[in-house]
C-alpha cells in the first residue's frame, strides 16, 4: 500500500504517545459512519487522562434515527503508567494494523457486538497543515489532533440480528493537554460526498474572541486548505440544544468554493458528564447535499451557554 503524505504529523503519530506532564493530559481516539444502505449510524470513543487515573468510553448505534445502543462511561479506573492498555479497556479493542491506514474495531458487549475494518482513503489532515494550534499550555505544549477519511467494512450484531456493514466514514486521534479552557463554542462539518468530493471545516471561538478555522476541500485527487467559511445555522425549536440546519459556505486558499447544506441524524448529547469539561457538547452524524450529492459525516457542536449558541459564524485567515 502507497504511504500517504504527512503535513504537520510525524511518523510516529498513529501510535501512542508519552504522557506529558498537564493534569488533564488526553489521549483519544474517535471512529464513527452512517451507512445508509442499512440505516445504521455508529459513533464510538475511547479516551485516557493518564495523570488523573482516569478513562472514558462512549458508543452510540442508531438504527433509522432512533437509539438502539448506547453506552457512556466517564470515569474508569485505569494505571497511570498505563501503556498500550490504553487501547483495550471496557468493551472496545482497539488494533493499529498500519498506521494512516488500517485499524480493527472489535466491540463486545451484552447487547452489541461488532468487528470493523477501517482502511484509509486519503492522507491524514492534521490542524498543522492549516499552520493553526488550538491551545497551549503555559509551557508551550500544544494539542495534536489530526482526522482521517476512509472506508468502513465488517459487522456489528445488535440484540442477536447481525448486520453487515459497507460505508464511508471517518475517524481522528488525538493526544496532548485536553482541558480545552479557553473554548466558548464551536461547529465541525465533515462530508464526505464520495471520495473524489469531501468537506472539512472546524470554526472555533474562544473566550477572548478570537476565533479559528480549519479545514480543507478535497477535490478530485487534490487537498487544499480552507482560506474562509460562512455557517448560517439554523436551532431546532423543539430542541434547544441541537441544530436543525446548517448551511455553509467554504472557500479554499485557491479561490474554489464549495456549498453545502447539512441535518443532523441521531444526535448525542454527552454535555457535563466530561470531568474536565463544563460545556454543552454534542455530536452527531448528518446527511449533507452538495451539487445534487448527498453524503453523510459528522456534525458536532459545542456551546458554553445558550447565549453563546452561534446563528452565523464567518471568518477568513
Known amino acids: 500500500m502507497a504511504r500517504f503524505p504527512l503535513i504537520g504529523i510525524e511518523e510516529n503519530a498513529d501510535s501512542i504517545h508519552p504522557v506529558g506532564p498537564e493534569e488533564w493530559w488526553r489521549e483519544a481516539w474517535y471512529f464513527e459512519f452512517f451507512d ?49 492498555e490504553r487501547l483495550c479497556f471496557g468493551p472496545l479493542k482497539l488494533d493499529l494494523i498500519e498506521p494512516f491506514h488500517r485499524w480493527r474495531l472489535r466491540y463486545d458487549s451484552s447487547e452489541l457486538q461488532g468487528d470493523l475494518l ?34 468502513y467494512r465488517g459487522w456489528i450484531c445488535l440484540d442477536g440480528e447481525q448486520i453487515e456493514i459497507s460505508a464511508l466514514g471517518m475517524r481522528d486521534h488525538m493526544w496532548g493537554w485536553g482541558a480545552r479552557t479557553q473554548l466558548r463554542s464551536y461547529i ?3 462530508s464526505p460526498f464520495s471520495p473524489d468530493l469531501v468537506t472539512n471545516a472546524a470554526l472555533f471561538t474562544f473566550i477572548d474572541g478570537r476565533q479559528q478555522l480549519y479545514g480543507y476541500v478535497h477535490q478530485g485527487a487534490s487537498r487544499t486548505v480552507l482560506q474562509s467559511a460562512r455557517l448560517d445555522i439554523t436551532w431546532s425549536e423543539r430542541r434547544w ?61 459545542s456551546f458554553r451557554t445558550v447565549d453563546d449558541r452561534p446563528d452565523l459564524l464567518q471568518f477568513t485567515i
Request: proline fraction near 3%.
Open 36 to 84: 445508509p444502505s442499512v440505516g445504521i449510524q455508529f459513533q464510538v470513543y475511547q479516551g485516557v487522562f493518564p495523570n488523573r487515573g482516569v478513562a472514558d468510553l462512549t458508543c452510540y448505534v442508531f438504527e433509522g434515527g432512533n437509539v438502539r445502543y448506547r453506552f457512556m462511561k466517564m470515569d474508569y479506573t485505569i494505571p497511570r503508567d498505563i501503556g498500550s
Open 118 to 151: 477501517f482502511e484509509a482513503l486519503h492522507a491524514p489532515y492534521s490542524w498543522a497543515e492549516s499552520r493553526l494550534w488550538m491551545e497551549r499550555t503555559r509551557s508551550g505544549e500544544q494539542s495534536r489532533h489530526f482526522d482521517q477519511m476512509g472506508q
Open 188 to 190: 465541525i462539518l465533515w
Open 241 to 301: 440544544k441541537s441544530i436543525e440546519i446548517v448551511r455553509a459556505l467554504l472557500t479554499d486558499i485557491r479561490g474554489r468554493s464549495v456549498e453545502l447544506r447539512g441535518r443532523p441524524l441521531g444526535i448525542i448529547d454527552t454535555s457535563h458528564w466530561w470531568l474536565h469539561r463544563h460545556d454543552h457538547m454534542l455530536f452527531s452524524m448528518a446527511e449533507y447535499e452538495c451539487r445534487g450529492l448527498k453524503g453523510y459525516g459528522c456534525l458536532n457542536w
